[in-house]
C-alpha cells in the first residue's frame, strides 16, 4: 500500500465532495495537504476536497482545522510531494509474530514481488531523494523500489516501527495468551499502550514528527518514504494534526 502526501506552504479554500466512483483511490485535500491512498474496497467513499472551514468531519474522526499547525513553525519555500510504501510482506508478516523495530523479519519471495510490482508502478515518477528506515524487511524494499536512479538512499532511524520489547518475535497467538493484558491494550488502545515503562505509540507520534523535519527541509520536491504499518499511520496522523489516540 502507498500513500502521497502533498504539503502546500500556503493555505486555500475548499468544499468537500464524495463520490464512489473509480478508480479505487482514497483522496482527502486539505487546506495544507492531500492524501491519497490505494484501497482495494470498490464502494470505497472517495473524498476529494476538505474544507478548511469545515473543523469535523466523517462523524467527528478528524480535525482537519488541526491540519493547518504547521509541524516546524516555519514556512516551506515551495510545495513537497510525499508517497509513503510499506515494505513487502515479511517472514514474520506471515507466521503471524509481532515485528516491532526486529530487524530478522526479512522480505518473503511475495513480499520482493510485491517491492517489484511497486517498482514499476512507480517508475516514471521523479523522486529527489528516497527515505527509509534501516530496518532489514523495509532497507530492502526500498532498495528493489530504487534500483536504477542515481541519489544513494537515505536512512532515517526515525522511520523505524515502535519498539515492543519482549513481545518481538512472539507469534501473535502466544502473545495474547502470555500477555493477555498487554497484547489487547496494543491492538485495542494503542495510545495508551505500556510495556516496561514506556508508550510506544505515543513515542512513534514524536519520532514522525523528526522524521517530517528531516523530510520536508530536504532541498527537492518529491519525495518517496519507505517504512512500517505503524509509524506510516503516525506519519499521516502527524501531518493531519491527529493525536496517538485517533
Same mark, same amino acid.
Given at each position: 500500500?502507498?500513500?502521497?502526501?502533498?504539503?502546500?506552504?500556503?493555505?486555500?479554500?475548499?468544499?468537500?465532495? &464524495? @463520490?464512489? *466512483?473509480?478508480?479505487?483511490?482514497?483522496?482527502?485535500?486539505?487546506?495544507?495537504? /492531500?492524501?491519497?491512498?490505494?484501497?482495494?474496497?470498490?464502494?470505497?467513499?472517495?473524498?476529494?476536497?476538505?474544507?478548511?472551514?469545515?473543523?469535523?468531519?466523517?462523524?467527528?474522526?478528524?480535525?482537519?482545522?488541526?491540519?493547518?499547525?504547521?509541524?516546524?513553525?516555519?514556512?516551506?519555500?515551495?510545495? *513537497? +510531494?510525499?508517497?509513503?510504501?510499506? #515494505?513487502?510482506?515479511?517472514?514474520?508478516? +506471515?507466521?503471524?509474530?509481532?515485528?516491532?523495530?526486529?530487524?530478522?523479519?526479512?522480505?518473503? &519471495?511475495?513480499?520482493?514481488?510485491?517491492?517489484?510490482?511497486? /517498482?514499476?508502478?512507480?517508475?516514471?515518477?521523479?523522486? %529527489? $531523494?528516497?527515505?527509509?528506515?534501516?530496518? @532489514?524487511?523495509? +532497507?530492502?524494499? !526500498?532498495?528493489?523500489?530504487?534500483?536504477?536512479?542515481?541519489?544513494?538512499?537515505?536512512?532515517?532511524? @526515525?522511520? $523505524?516501527?515502535? #519498539?515492543?520489547?519482549?513481545? &518481538?518475535?512472539? *507469534?501473535?497467538?502466544?502473545?495474547?495468551?502470555?500477555? =493477555? +493484558?498487554?497484547? %489487547?491494550?496494543?491492538?485495542?488502545? =494503542?495510545?495508551?499502550?505500556?510495556?516496561?515503562?514506556?508508550?510506544?505509540? /505515543?513515542?512513534?507520534?514524536?519520532?514522525?514528527? &523528526?522524521?517530517?523535519?528531516?523530510?520536508?527541509?530536504?532541498?527537492?520536491?518529491?519525495?518517496?518514504?519507505?517504512?512500517? $504499518?505503524?509509524?506510516?499511520? !503516525?506519519?499521516?496522523?502527524?501531518?493531519?494534526?491527529?493525536?496517538?489516540?485517533?
Amino acid at each position: 500500500m502507498s500513500n502521497t502526501l502533498v504539503f502546500n506552504p500556503f493555505f486555500s479554500n475548499s468544499i468537500i465532495k &464524495e @463520490s464512489r *466512483k473509480p478508480p479505487k483511490i482514497i483522496s482527502c485535500s486539505g487546506p495544507s495537504l /492531500r492524501i491519497l491512498c490505494s484501497s482495494s474496497a470498490p464502494d470505497q467513499f472517495v473524498a476529494t476536497e476538505i474544507s478548511r472551514n469545515n473543523a469535523s468531519l466523517t462523524g467527528s474522526a478528524y480535525d482537519f482545522d488541526r491540519a493547518t499547525t504547521s509541524l516546524s513553525q516555519k514556512l516551506l519555500s515551495s510545495p *513537497k +510531494k510525499v508517497t509513503i510504501v510499506r #515494505h513487502g510482506l515479511s517472514t514474520w508478516n +506471515k507466521e503471524g509474530r509481532v515485528q516491532g523495530s526486529s530487524d530478522l523479519s526479512v522480505l518473503t &519471495e511475495a513480499g520482493i514481488a510485491q517491492a517489484e510490482r511497486c /517498482r514499476a508502478a512507480l517508475i516514471e515518477t521523479h523522486f %529527489d $531523494k528516497c527515505f527509509s528506515s534501516p530496518i @532489514s524487511r523495509a +532497507k530492502s524494499t !526500498a532498495e528493489i523500489l530504487w534500483q536504477g536512479r542515481e541519489e544513494p538512499l537515505v536512512f532515517l532511524d @526515525s522511520l $523505524k516501527e515502535a #519498539h515492543l520489547y519482549h513481545l &518481538e518475535g512472539m *507469534k501473535n497467538v502466544d502473545a495474547r495468551k502470555k500477555y =493477555p +493484558k498487554e497484547f %489487547d491494550q496494543w491492538r485495542e488502545d =494503542p495510545s495508551n499502550f505500556c510495556i516496561n515503562g514506556i508508550y510506544p505509540t /505515543r513515542k512513534l507520534w514524536e519520532t514522525a514528527r &523528526e522524521a517530517w523535519l528531516e523530510i520536508l527541509f530536504t532541498p527537492g520536491e518529491n519525495f518517496l518514504v519507505v517504512t512500517h $504499518k505503524s509509524i506510516l499511520r !503516525a506519519l499521516i496522523c502527524t501531518a493531519l494534526g491527529l493525536g496517538p489516540e485517533r
